[in-house]
């Protein structure tokens, strides 16, 4: 019985319970409006992005959180600027802007020895020195996203589903579309340590595939989503220490081995519900 | 004089046809209202007036610059040149082409109405003046029952009148509808003529574009014919003349009459298998 709850006892591991649980609510309730905005490749490549800046701010000996999340911020808008265009498709923009980054983290990555160091649990996601810091840092962008989603619910709703009608009915889409962004690139900067980079994509995104498959309410699929988030960073995490994998990848197949289960139980129903979410 | 008429006038093309009647009673006002985008010219010197009470249908070829007007008419685009001018405080109302809709988005049908909403109330909930609001509107358009249903799972012509809803939550004094037979069959358009008959006895101006001559613009009080200038302007029998629509359409047709209104013949004779026998 001890061994059930010998996660609990270690303080590096109830940090990391939490800001897995809090982390996943969150990627999950922001998956929503990335995969029905068709911008699911956005959280892959965000990482990566931010990846860069934290490569950046490893070799320079700069502050992390607040390198790195100038980085991702930066990195966000320039992609909301170049799609808004219309030259290039989202996916695209995502492809150059944030390999970039990520070719530039790399080559730092090469250069600088005590860069590597750093870097390598960044990549994979690790729970070793999750401090009391990276708690505090995940829960005050989760209050911030939760607050600012119900603050302009409706305008995220309308500019969501219809842009084009948003704009024109007085709804200022380039501020909506620039605050999620911000949001986004905020919550990846808290939750990469943890999920890793090349996890991220996938907490961001099964969640709220999941969700839309079990409804057809837009509010419904929020909470869903990040109640679904939530209960797989808290199992994956849990997994992970007594099965000694990444914390990322524990995480990311729990929510595959959900999205499985509930698509093999609702069926056809489910297959056609996700239509709307687009790559 | 604008370079831009300067320019159509070279050309040959005529202005002497002009929608400006009484102006100072007019809702919305274009006065020599030219759009480029770069070098490429989409409306050149379109004068226009709108009065309450109108139903106007805006008709011409793929590219003729119908959207581009019913966007400046509207006020989210800003001609090049020219004059807009638009009542104060009044309230439009839009209302998207069907086509363009993500029919597998998870919302229903009342929040689709409340989309309407973006202002003034913060909780993403709504009062309950507001669902009384939404209650009247869906009873109004004879889908009363329908508020918490899907919006995959309504007929054609309950699809439409829902995003009609939309628009008329905001009391609009004036409806622009974007191509609202697009895509539909006659059952439909018929329910769509019925309804913009109904608002027009409300006192509601009404603005449309659409492609379909005989279903839609011969019954209409009042027809724009456009390919980027104006080419005729009034009641359908005035404005659907062959030399009008070859001149417009660049293809000949002829116009019959059937049951007191102009009835629009494409000249294209036989089958294709005739056509390329005679070819």
């Not at chain 1, 709850?5 to 922001?30: D, K, N, S, W």
């Not at chain 1, 970039?100 to 070793?128: C, D, H, K, N, P």
């Not at chain 2, 009384?132 to 329908?146: F, K, P, S």
Request: with cysteine; net charge neutral; hydrophobic share 50%.
């Amino acid at each position: 019985m001890d061994v059930l709850f010998e996660p609990f006892q270690l303080a590096f591991l109830r940090h990391a319970l939490i800001v897995c649980t809090v982390a996943g609510a969150l990627c999950g309730l922001l998956g929503v409006f990335v995969t029905l905005r068709g911008m699911s490749y956005i959280g892959h490549g965000l990482s990566h992005a931010i990846f860069g800046g934290a490569a950046l701010c490893a070799a320079l000996s700069v502050n992390y959180v607040v390198g790195a999340g100038l980085w991702g911020l930066g990195s966000a808008l320039a992609i909301g600027r170049v799609t808004r265009r219309r030259i290039i498709g989202s996916d695209a923009a995502i492809g150059v802007i944030t390999t970039a980054s990520f070719a530039f983290g790399i080559a730092l990555l090469g250069m600088y020895s005590r860069v590597r160091q750093s870097i390598e649990a960044t990549v994979f996601g690790s729970v070793l020195g999750v401090s009391a810091g990276d708690v505090w840092l995940v829960i005050g962008v989760a209050l911030l996203t939760a607050v600012v989603v119900i603050g302009a619910y409706r305008k995220l709703l309308f500019t969501t589903f219809d842009p084009e009608v948003a704009d024109v009915s007085g709804v200022n889409t380039a501020r909506v579309d620039a605050l999620l962004m911000l949001l986004l690139s905020f919550a990846i900067l808290a939750s990469m340590k943890v999920l890793g980079v090349t996890m991220i994509a996938a907490a961001i995104v099964v969640p709220a595939v999941i969700a839309r498959m079990l409804t057809n309410s837009f509010a419904t699929m929020l909470w869903m989503s990040s109640l679904i988030g939530g209960l797989c960073g808290l199992i994956g995490m849990y997994l992970s220490y007594h099965l000694d994998v990444s914390s990322g990848a524990t995480i990311v197949l729990v929510g595959f081995l959900a999205f499985t289960v509930v698509f093999a139980a609702t069926g056809r129903a489910s297959v056609a519900r996700t239509r709307a979410l687009r790559a | 004089m604008s370079e831009d008429r300067s320019a159509a006038e070279a050309r040959g093309d005529q202005r002497t046809v002009t929608g400006r009647d009484d102006e100072a009673s007019a809702l919305l006002s274009l006065e020599g209202v030219s759009h480029t985008y770069g070098e490429h010219a989409v409306l050149l010197d379109v004068d226009l007036d709108v009065h309450t009470g109108d139903v106007l249908g805006i008709v011409g070829p793929s590219g003729s610059g119908k959207t581009t007007l019913l966007r400046i008419l509207l006020g989210a685009l800003t001609p090049t040149t020219g004059r807009y001018e638009r009542r104060p405080n009044l309230r439009a109302g839009y209302v998207p082409q069907v086509e363009t809709v993500n029919w597998q988005f998870p919302v229903t049908v009342a929040e689709v109405v409340l989309m309407a909403r973006t202002t003034g109330r913060r909780w993403p909930w709504p009062s309950a003046a507001e669902r009384r609001e939404v209650a009247e509107v869906l009873d109004r358009l004879g889908i009363g029952t329908l508020g918490h249903r899907h919006i995959r799972e309504l007929s054609g012509g309950q699809q439409q009148r829902v995003f009609i809803a939309r628009a008329l939550l905001g009391r609009p004094d004036v409806l622009f509808l974007d191509e609202p037979t697009s895509g539909v069959d006659v059952r439909t358009r018929h329910e769509v003529l019925h309804l913009l008959a109904d608002l027009h006895d409300d006192g509601l101006a009404i603005v449309l574009s659409t492609h379909d001559l005989n279903g839609i613009a011969a019954h209409l009080p009042k027809l724009l014919c456009l390919n980027v200038t104006v080419a005729g302007i009034g009641h359908p029998r005035d404005v659907l003349t062959p030399e009008i629509l070859e001149r417009v359409y660049g293809a000949p047709m002829d116009v019959l009459e059937h049951a007191g209104m102009p009835l629009v013949i494409d000249r294209a004779e036989g089958t294709v298998l005739d056509m390329r026998r005679r070819a």
